[in-house]
């Protein structure tokens, strides 16, 4: 008997090593899961880096939901996304380019069954998530947030229905469009707008002189009596509305066999909506703006010149550098400027005057410009202010643009982690 039972215990080991060995063979090997990250409108092929200081991208947070072929769907993670160069020892990138790949500091790797669905964010504001109870609808709630000079809000696209079968990713279902080659595309778009303010002296052809010269200087404030005891000093400024609420809602939609449709889809912004269901007027781009205005001083520049026989001004003097504000309709932001003109023969100052634009009318940005009627979330917003100090007329060239537009590389080369342009 007991020899009986050695080999029965034999045969029974080498049953469950022949088991276990033809399981393997049939089950794919662990991927770890990583992320390829750029900040753009549609992804297409270059290998410009598009992470940088300015947008401060160097690591998001990343909510992930798995949806198994069996059972509920849980969630898979709640984690910081870094970026990592590609030495022997990756350490994280902070600033610059250099960047290799993008992946969470602890491993994740991707299940065996079913899918996940990613909804990732970046930026110095975060917002509050929360989820549905089967797990598809993700809401990012930003409520009462204060907009500062350098604040930053990306939300990427979210990535719906992805496993460690596909080793490329569509972005919207066409290869023609653009494609990443491995990890999970993240497509980050800015939630908040980039206001640029500069101006330059400009007169007709018909109006230039042959013995004047012509100067203008931008005043950062003016005291219009002279006496600093009475509290009458006007300043050149912009204000804008800084402090609202955005909310942001995802749903994943398809159904439970569309497993291996793979998509990255926008969010959708909810905004607030009065008893009559009419959207009220001053939402834009999803914001509902609070009730806190900011007061933004203009630069006081160097003078500009208008040499004789001139008629434009070889220098653009910067009044408002590139900053960050709130998406809100034009036309409740009020805008100021003093400025005070020069004519010089030769040397000699024979005529100065200290001028207004927006002063005693209040105006607003809206009825100098007429032309942007709010700024909108992910775009730049320049105005170009235009002064002829003869006619003593200021007009604006506003001018918008994508948030981060970047030239696509000659070569055309895919290059993970990096790269993109945006198309209008």
């Given at each position: 008997?007991?020899?009986?039972?050695?080999?029965?215990?034999?045969?029974?080991?080498?049953?469950?090593?022949?088991?276990?060995?033809?399981?393997?063979?049939?089950?794919?090997?662990?991927?770890?899961?990583?992320?390829?990250?750029?900040?753009?409108?549609?992804?297409?092929?270059a290998?410009?880096?598009?992470?940088?200081?300015?947008?401060?991208?160097?690591?998001?947070?990343?909510?992930?939901?798995?949806?198994?072929?069996?059972?509920?769907?849980?969630?898979?993670?709640?984690?910081?996304?870094?970026?990592?160069?590609?030495?022997?020892?990756?350490?994280?990138?902070?600033?610059?380019?250099?960047?290799?790949?993008?992946?969470?500091?602890?491993?994740?790797?991707w299940?065996?069954?079913?899918?996940?669905?990613?909804?990732?964010?970046?930026?110095s504001?975060?917002p509050?998530?929360?989820?549905?109870a089967?797990?598809?609808?993700?809401?990012?709630?930003?409520?009462?947030?204060?907009?500062?000079?350098?604040?930053?809000?990306?939300?990427?696209?979210?990535?719906?229905?992805?496993?460690?079968?596909?080793?490329?990713?569509?972005?919207?279902?066409?290869?023609?469009?653009?494609?990443?080659?491995?990890g999970?595309?993240?497509?980050?778009?800015?939630?908040?707008?980039?206001?640029?303010?500069?101006?330059?002296?400009q007169?007709?052809?018909?109006?230039k002189?042959?013995?004047?010269?012509?100067?203008?200087?931008?005043?950062?404030?003016?005291?219009?009596?002279?006496d600093?005891?009475?509290?009458?000093?006007?300043?050149?400024?912009?204000?804008?509305?800084?402090?609202?609420?955005?909310?942001?809602?995802?749903?994943?939609?398809?159904?439970?066999?569309?497993?291996?449709?793979?998509?990255?889809?926008?969010?959708?912004?909810?905004?607030?909506?009065?008893?009559?269901?009419?959207?009220?007027?001053?939402?834009?781009?999803?914001?509902?703006p609070?009730?806190?205005?900011?007061?933004?001083?203009?630069?006081?520049?160097?003078v500009?010149?208008?040499?004789?026989?001139?008629?434009?001004?070889?220098?653009?003097?910067?009044?408002?550098?590139?900053?960050?504000?709130?998406?809100?309709?034009?036309?409740?932001?009020?805008?100021?400027?003093?400025?005070?003109?020069?004519?010089l023969?030769?040397?000699?100052?024979?005529?100065?005057?200290?001028?207004?634009?927006?002063?005693?009318?209040?105006?607003?940005?809206?009825?100098?410009?007429?032309?942007?009627?709010?700024?909108e979330?992910?775009?730049?917003?320049?105005?170009?202010?235009?002064?002829?100090?003869?006619?003593?007329?200021?007009?604006?060239?506003?001018?918008?643009?994508?948030?981060d537009?970047?030239?696509?590389?000659?070569?055309?080369?895919?290059?993970?982690?990096?790269?993109?342009?945006?198309?209008?």
């Open positions: 008997m007991k020899k009986y039972f050695i080999l029965a215990a034999a045969a029974v080991a080498a049953m469950a090593a022949c088991t276990k060995s033809e399981l393997d063979i049939n089950v794919a090997p662990d991927t770890k899961i990583g992320f390829e990250v750029a900040n753009y409108a549609a992804q297409t092929k290998n410009v880096a598009l992470t940088n200081d300015e947008d401060g991208l160097y690591q998001f947070h990343t909510y992930a939901y798995q949806f198994p072929k069996l059972g509920d769907a849980v969630e898979f993670m709640n984690t910081d996304i870094f970026a990592w160069d590609n030495a022997s020892t990756p350490a994280k990138v902070t600033s610059g380019t250099g960047i290799y790949s993008w992946a969470p500091e602890n491993d994740y790797f299940p065996k069954t079913g899918w996940i669905n990613f909804y990732s964010y970046a930026g504001i975060a509050v998530e929360s989820v549905s089967d797990k598809k609808t993700v809401t990012l709630t930003y409520t009462d947030k204060t907009i500062l000079s350098d604040s930053n809000i990306m939300v990427a696209d979210a990535a719906l229905r992805f496993n460690a079968n596909q080793s490329t990713y569509a972005v919207d279902g066409t290869e023609t469009s653009g494609h990443v080659t491995t999970v595309p993240t497509l980050f778009r800015h939630m908040l707008s980039k206001l640029y303010i500069d101006v330059k002296i007169i007709p052809a018909e109006k002189s042959a013995n004047t010269i012509w100067k203008v200087e931008v005043l950062d404030s003016y005291d219009i009596d002279g600093a005891s009475i509290a009458d000093t006007e300043k050149s400024l912009i204000i804008p509305v800084n402090k609202g609420s955005l909310t942001l809602t995802n749903a994943d939609a398809l159904a439970a066999d569309a497993a291996l449709n793979t998509t990255t889809q926008q969010w959708t912004r909810k905004a607030d909506y009065t008893t009559s269901g009419t959207p009220d007027a001053d939402v834009v781009s999803g914001w509902k609070g009730d806190t205005t900011e007061l933004i001083q203009l630069h006081q520049g160097t500009l010149t208008l040499p004789v026989n001139a008629t434009e001004s070889t220098a653009t003097e910067q009044l408002l550098a590139w900053r960050v504000v709130m998406p809100q309709l034009t036309d409740n932001v009020a805008f100021k400027l003093i400025y005070k003109v020069q004519a023969h030769d040397s000699t100052v024979f005529m100065e005057e200290i001028r207004t634009v927006g002063i005693d009318a209040a105006a607003d940005i809206h009825d100098l410009t007429g032309s942007i009627a709010s700024w979330s992910n775009k730049k917003i320049t105005y170009h202010i235009i002064i002829d100090p003869v006619s003593e007329k200021v007009t604006f060239d506003p001018a918008v643009e994508n948030y537009p970047v030239e696509a590389n000659a070569d055309d080369v895919i290059n993970i982690n990096q790269g993109g342009i945006v198309t209008p």
